[in-house]
């Protein structure tokens, strides 16, 4: 099965096909959609016989250590493309989350896999659909159009992609077309208890003391429509937590009743600015939401990076929010 069978992958199938060395990476704050849509395509490049790289500008997450491949993933700011003919960019919105230097890019044939709507269509190829639930499933049927069969590996790979950008098969892009590209992974390899143990069931205690804190920030707004998160970096190292414990706090405020645009503010690795993710539901946009902030996403996850104090942070988001409760 294809999700979308009239998307046209020919011209990254015949790149991929006659390319020399490929080197795959995703973007910046790497989550299990970039890292998953990268080994799922890693692996099947290989049994190809196509010389295949990957390359991060930043760690693999916890979540995604277990998935076969992950430990071959290069990490830096500058990996050494001497060889690389051909760089494919896997779920990421703007060519700058990328994390490289634009030189880097030189001469390379740039092929970019992803599906926010808000991406540019920044490479040389570009397949960019926002129907596609995550971009794992995007490399679901690039691998069909490269010919390939689904391997174990592969399919480990986009299940834990789909997993996870679906908040657990929860958001609005999840059909019938979705479930059954799911059975097909599961056919193929991919557990869904071991995924679920690794990505759910192994946190570390200092993950549930920080969410403890945060959730006394948390506040409603806009007669209870919206709802208001917050962690500090005071608060990280007070329970010895790092920047990857706080990924997922925001669908916890998600859950509550009447809520339709939900935000969650952390500290961003550089110091002095913040990260702001916003989850809509009931048809709110938060993708325009982050837009306004300079930042980018999907209808119902979006995210956006903001300069200041908190309190000038929340300010800022704020002023935008109040507007799409004042239409
Ligand atoms: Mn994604």
């Not at 599906?115 to 659909?129: E, I, K, M, Q, T």
């Not at 929860?170 to 992974?185: D, F, I, K, P, Y």
């Not at 549930?208 to 208001?228: C, F, K, V």
């Not at 809509?280 to 902030?293: E, F, N, P, R, T």
Request: hydrophobic letters at 40%; charged letters at 20%; a negative charge.
């Amino acid at each position: 099965m294809i999700l979308f069978p009239d998307e046209s992958w020919q011209p990254v199938v015949e790149q991929l096909q006659r390319a020399r060395h490929v080197m795959l990476t995703t973007h910046c704050n790497s989550d299990a959609d970039g890292i998953g849509s990268e080994l799922a395509l890693f692996h099947t490049l290989q049994d190809m016989g196509v010389k295949v790289s990957m390359f991060n500008c930043d760690v693999v997450p916890r979540i995604c250590q277990y998935l076969p491949g992950s430990e071959l993933i290069q990490v830096g700011k500058a990996p050494n493309v001497s060889t690389v003919d051909t760089i494919v960019a896997l779920d990421a919105g703007a060519k700058s989350r990328l994390g490289f230097a634009d030189a880097l890019f030189d001469g390379k044939v740039l092929i970019n896999i992803d599906h926010h709507a808000s991406n540019p269509r920044y490479g040389d190829l570009n397949v960019v659909n926002a129907d596609y639930c995550a971009t794992g499933s995007m490399v679901f049927d690039l691998i069909q159009h490269l010919g390939q069969p689904l391997s174990v590996n592969s399919a480990k790979a986009i299940y834990a992609a789909v997993l996870t950008d679906t908040s657990s098969f929860q958001l609005g892009r999840v059909n019938a077309e979705v479930h059954r590209m799911t059975a097909e992974l599961i056919e193929a390899g991919a557990n869904p208890e071991e995924a679920a143990n690794a990505i759910y069931n192994s946190q570390p205690v200092a993950r549930l003391r920080l969410l403890t804190l945060a959730l006394q920030t948390l506040s409603l707004d806009h007669d209870g429509r919206s709802a208001w998160m917050h962690i500090t970096q005071d608060m990280q190292h007070e329970v010895h937590a790092d920047h990857e414990d706080s990924e997922g706090f925001i669908d916890v405020s998600r859950s509550i009743h009447g809520v339709e645009v939900v935000v969650f503010i952390r500290p961003s690795r550089d110091t002095h600015r913040w990260k702001v993710s916003f989850r809509g539901k009931s048809g709110c946009d938060v993708g325009a939401v982050a837009a306004q902030l300079g930042g980018g996403g999907h209808k119902y996850a979006a995210g956006c990076t903001v300069s200041g104090s908190l309190e000038e942070v929340y300010d800022k988001v704020r002023a935008v929010v109040n507007h799409v409760f004042a239409s």
